[in-house]
């Protein structure tokens, strides 16, 4: 995250899309007051820096909780498709590195750490979809456990017959339809 400032427009505007998107969808995050929200993310302007990343890649980052014990709020990407600005993504370095021929453009970890986001986790994926139907018609990768990926796979997940799916695969696979979801916390 070399340069995490955006200009006063930019800061102004990504607060004009988050604030349109927090009240067309108060179900994600009944109880919650846009105000106070909006004062931590004036107040820390590398986490704005962030949600900014999340929807330039078409994520529509929304909050979808609030940490009581931290006093944070959390955001998921909460496009109805996995972000399009995400996809056609292996997992890892590692997996990126071991591809000898037709490599994808990039990993979705490093891309999350890029942005100053993390992969949502499996439980947090299950989360999200409660929340509404994500990933009908893609999948997203997920955070991976140590033990599958020193195995050499990764995990992804995806909404279909509406029932969410953990699937896996090689770590160093990468589809169109497949990129990550991102979580923050502020």
Known sequence: MSNVTLSKRQRDEILK????R???NMNRHQGLGWATIQAKLEANS??????????RADGE???VGHDKETGEYIFYDCAAESP????SLCYDREALDSR?????KG??????AAMGVELLTEEQYRELQKLGQFDTKTSSWVKTPSKI??????????RRFDTVFVYHNGAESYYAARGFRGSLRV
């Open 17 to 20: 899309v988050l604030k349109a």
């Open 22 to 24: 927090f009240e067309k």
């Open 46 to 55: 590398e986490k704005l820096w962030s949600l900014n990343e999340m929807e």
């Open 61 to 63: 980052p929304d909050v």
């Open 84 to 87: 399009k600005g995400r996809r």
């Open 100 to 104: 000898k021929e037709n490599k994808p």
């Open 107 to 112: 990993n979705a970890v490093d891309m999350a």
């Open 149 to 158: 990926r020193k195995l050499g796979g990764a995990l992804f997940c995806d």
